[in-house]
């Protein structure tokens, strides 16, 4: 648990090992087996917690393989995989895995709850930005539309006249200079290229709002900055405001860079001399919106006149 401290990751469970080792003490050959039965890893930066985890896996030198991995989310569903990692640090521990995902349940705690089966592989080094490839198939996701949305916050920079010697003693302490190390080269970053099929059933609800989408998206390019190819386009969808409810004419979620959803939905209400267009945009976490007209008015007397 020491190595996983950063993420606040805790691993737990017994390893049972049976093996040997031969060779020289500069290059050692190991064979043999291992497994665990019932561990549990709970990862709270993913909000990701396996529970259930049995592995059977053989080492021949610097090979590990695994003979057989699952695990049970405990939000539900259970994962599975099989595969090949290399022991061999200078390349960046080579791996060549197969995953899977059944009726597999992911919440990020905030604003996205899924459903999905699929079949991934992790290649290259997992130093060295590996790739995470396959299709994944959505049964069921529900994007929640936030009721109270905050507001930014900006750091406000703060210029200390004539502190005391015990404020500046704490000042200094408090810089980027007092031992922390410094990392010497950027971390490895997970790359994807992964297909999610969703034909139906992507719900996005609240302020509002209640909406079914369906569709095709390609997401690609490191997880720091997601870039996506297609979309996830509206099947149906309507907008309570204003004691109305209004039917929207079009829509499209994109994810860009994280699981916080791009949304564009536009509705229409017609009247005697005017169309009001209804505009919801933005990320979910913070939706933005507007109303506009044919003919253009003042976005007050459009207010007015959809009342």
């Known amino acids: 648990n ?18 040997s080792v031969t060779g ?42 695994l003979r057989s991995a699952n695990a049970a989310l405990s939000t539900g569903g259970a994962i599975s995989a099989s595969g090949t990692v290399s022991t061999n640090a200078a390349a960046g521990f080579p ?13 990020d705690g905030h604003l996205v709850v899924a459903t999905v089966n699929g079949s991934l592989s992790l290649t290259g ?5 590996p790739l995470l490839a396959g299709e994944i198939d959505v049964e069921r996701a529900e994007i929640t539309v936030p009721e109270s949305l905050g507001g930014g916050v900006t750091a406000i920079d703060v210029i200390h006249r004539n502190p005391p010697p015990a404020v500046q003693e704490t000042l200094a302490r408090a810089r980027a200079d007092d031992g922390t190390p410094t990392p010497s080269a950027r ?3 997970l790359r994807l290229n992964v297909g999610i099929n969703a034909p139906a059933r992507i719900f996005v609800r609240g302020r509002g709002l209640d ?7 390609q997401l690609t390019g490191p997880v720091t900055s997601i870039q996506p190819v297609g979309g ?32 564009d939905f536009i509705a229409r209400s017609e ?28 976005e007050d007397e459009v207010l007015a006149r959809l009342i």
């Open 2 to 19: 020491r190595f996983l401290a950063d993420r606040g990751t805790q691993v737990v469970g017994v390893l049972q090992l049976n093996g």
């Open 24 to 65: 020289s003490l500069q290059q050692p050959v190991i064979r043999g087996m291992f497994s665990t039965t019932g561990a549990e890893v709970v990862d709270p930066e993913a909000n990701l917690r396996l529970r259930d985890i049995n592995v059977l896996a053989a080492i021949d030198g610097e090979t590990v393989t």
């Open 95 to 107: 791996a060549d895995l197969r995953i899977s995902l059944n009726q597999a349940r992911y919440a």
């Open 125 to 129: 080094p997992l130093l060295r930005d």
């Open 187 to 189: 971390p490895s970053v």
């Open 211 to 217: 909406a079914e989408l369906g569709g095709r998206v």
């Open 232 to 263: 996830f386009q509206l099947i149906r969808g309507r907008l309570g405001i204003l004691g109305q409810r209004i039917t929207f004419d079009e829509g499209t979620v994109t994810l860009i860079g994280d699981m916080d959803p791009y949304i």
């Open 271 to 298: 009247g005697s001399d005017i169309t009001v267009f209804i505009t919801v945009r933005g990320r979910v976490s913070a939706l933005d919106i507007s109303f506009s007209s044919q003919p253009e008015l003042p």
